[in-house]
């Protein structure tokens, strides 16, 4: 394990004192502190996988619980507020004199004046979500500043503090462990989860691969038969004393017969290229996120960080046996190593059987695509597919009304097909603006889709999948969930709000006649009452909420507050 450096190590015992760490060119000085009171613990790291990007900051624990304050970590701005349901939920962005920006994301709740501004933009807007820009003059921050408390908001699990530092264009978050602002001891190595082989051909010029083992645990001195091309996928997570959290790996690395073959360093990426990760990891393994060697031409990240031979490709030219070793290290240079053995066996094939019901069309990953039928449209769109691919689609199930299906089912993709952006699916059904598409279930179970009818088309940006065309012409149920009588005991109530179908679009809260602020999500409106805005007593309230189709309904009701 490498050694801590003297400034590292106090930056660990100095708590919330200034923290100065010497910049790399030595004359500039950065000076930060730790954004929690609390002790340092993790549950997600830089870099980590996750299903549609990599995680870009670092998620500090709290203890389970909401409320402990944060604080800026340097010197700056509030140059920008955000509130939604979704991401960070409540953000707060800090620009710094160093050219640096903090976030600070999923908070409970904003420093007064910073609420106060944020619920002026809300109600002049008459919207829950903003995006707010700011300059310097308007919310100065000293290093230490208290921003806000710890929360749970937008799209988190549970109670914790997100913080990024980005570098000076805004869209490069970077790992600032790596770079010396906190240090925390770490003798603990990576641990590699499973190791999958997948047989590849692409000898049409459009590849096909298919699993061969899914290996876990200890790794024997037993052989998996491969055909002449194959590639691995290596599922590790880092471990780090003080802290139960399934970590990100900083390196993978992989050997074959001790000559380096594969080298994927995360280091630092932008915004702009980590959406890639869905050609990176490889696609339909449920549950798990693994690293694959195999390349694809459209992987711009690849570009940046991956170093591969032979297109990550394993190409065995003989019938020996060959050894594979594969590396996952931390930021710390913790390493764990793990070892297979591939042997070449031409009865191996990199190709499964196809459902009879299933047809494949060719689509190529460069230019855009259109799979014209009878029933329906497929358009894939320039920069939406990372390879070469025979694109699976076929009729899986006859329409059914009384199950709710107006069309047949059709199959659209397959699971393991990643792509960087939806592809557009186009169906003839008539003037019926009730109409949308609908995701069937292996259970058969419809869920919404999305889509809009013009000109007697309905259309849908959509994923690979199952769908049908549905109708739905019942309005989204309301149902106040109040104390007896009204009587409210704070500052908060809600509404049950769900829909059968295409699902809540917009909803609007009007208490004695005027906008309210209030959020919706998890089939749930909650409203938010001010003593600035709201005198106590008896208030008559009115909740209308549409459907995506345009189905509207509205529940009145009064409360004492």
């Known amino acids: 394990m490498r050694r801590p450096s003297l400034i590292a190590v106090l930056v660990a015992a100095a708590a919330l004192a200034p923290l100065v760490c010497a910049a790399a060119d030595s004359t500039a000085v950065l000076s930060h502190v730790r954004p929690l009171d609390v002790p340092m613990s993790f549950a997600s790291s830089y870099g980590e996988l996750r299903h549609d990007h990599f995680h870009g900051g670092i998620d500090f624990r709290t203890g389970g619980k909401v409320g402990d304050p944060i604080h800026s970590i340097k010197d700056g701005y509030v140059s920008r507020i955000s509130v939604s349901t979704t991401g960070y939920g409540n953000g707060i962005y800090i620009t710094h004199p160093d050219g640096t920006m903090s976030v600070y994301g999923h908070l409970l709740a904003f420093r007064s004046d910073i609420a106060s501004r944020v619920l002026q933009e809300q109600y002049d807007k008459h919207s829950f979500a903003v995006n707010i820009l700011l300059g310097p003059d308007e919310f100065p921050v000293k290093m230490g500043d208290v921003i806000g408390r710890v929360g749970n908001t937008g799209s988190s699990a549970g109670p914790h503090l997100h913080m990024e530092v980005r570098r000076d264009d805004g869209n490069t978050p970077f790992n600032y462990f790596r770079d010396g602002y906190y240090w925390l001891p770490d003798t603990m190595t990576p641990v590699i989860q499973r190791i999958a082989v997948y047989a590849y051909e692409d000898s049409t010029g459009i590849p096909v691969s298919r699993k061969l083992k899914m290996m876990s645990g200890r790794y024997s001195d037993g052989e998996t038969l491969v055909p002449a091309k194959c590639y691995i996928g290596i599922d590790a997570i880092d471990k780090m004393d003080g802290t139960t959290g399934r970590l990100g790996v900083e390196k993978y690395k992989v050997l074959l017969d001790g000559k380096p073959f594969f080298e994927l360093n995360i280091g630092d990426f932008n915004y702009d290229i980590d959406k890639y990760i869905r050609s990176t990891v490889a696609a339909g393994e449920t549950g798990m996120d693994l690293i694959k060697t195999q390349v694809d031409p459209g992987n711009l990240y690849a570009m940046h960080k991956i170093q591969a031979e032979n297109g990550g490709i394993i190409y065995l030219d003989d019938y020996q046996r060959h050894r594979v070793t594969v590396e996952a290290s931390d930021i710390f240079g913790n390493k764990t190593t793990a070892v297979l053995y591939l042997r070449r066996n031409d009865a191996v094939l990199a190709d499964s059987p196809l459902d009879e019901r299933i047809s494949t069309y060719p689509m190529l990953w460069y230019t855009p695509n259109i799979l014209q039928t009878e029933a329906f449209s497929v358009i894939m769109p320039v920069g939406a597919l990372y390879n070469n691919v025979q694109f699976q689609y076929g009729k899986v199930a006859d329409a059914d009304t009384a199950a709710g299906r107006l069309s047949p089912v059709w199959k659209l993709g397959d699971d393991r097909l990643a792509l960087h952006q939806p592809f557009i699916l186009t169906v003839p059904v008539g003037n019926d603006d009730r109409l949308l598409l609908a995701s069937v279930g292996s259970n058969g179970k419809l869920s919404g889709a999305g889509g809009e009818v013009e000109n007697g088309v309905l259309s849908a940006s959509v994923r690979p999948g199952s769908y049908c065309v549905a109708r739905d012409t019942i309005a989204p149920v309301l149902r106040p ?76 009701f009064s409360i004492d507050w």
């Open 481 to 556: 969930v109040l104390p007896k009588g009204g009587k409210l005991s704070g500052s908060t109530f809600r509404i049950a709000a769900t829909d059968n179908l295409a699902g809540i679009s917009q909803y609007e809260v009007l208490v004695d006649g005027a906008w309210t602020l209030a959020s919706f999500k998890n089939s749930s409106i909650t409203v938010y009452l001010s003593e600035d805005r709201l005198s106590r007593g008896r208030h008559d309230v009115d909740v209308t909420a549409a459907d995506a189709v345009g189905n509207k309904t509205t529940v009145s």
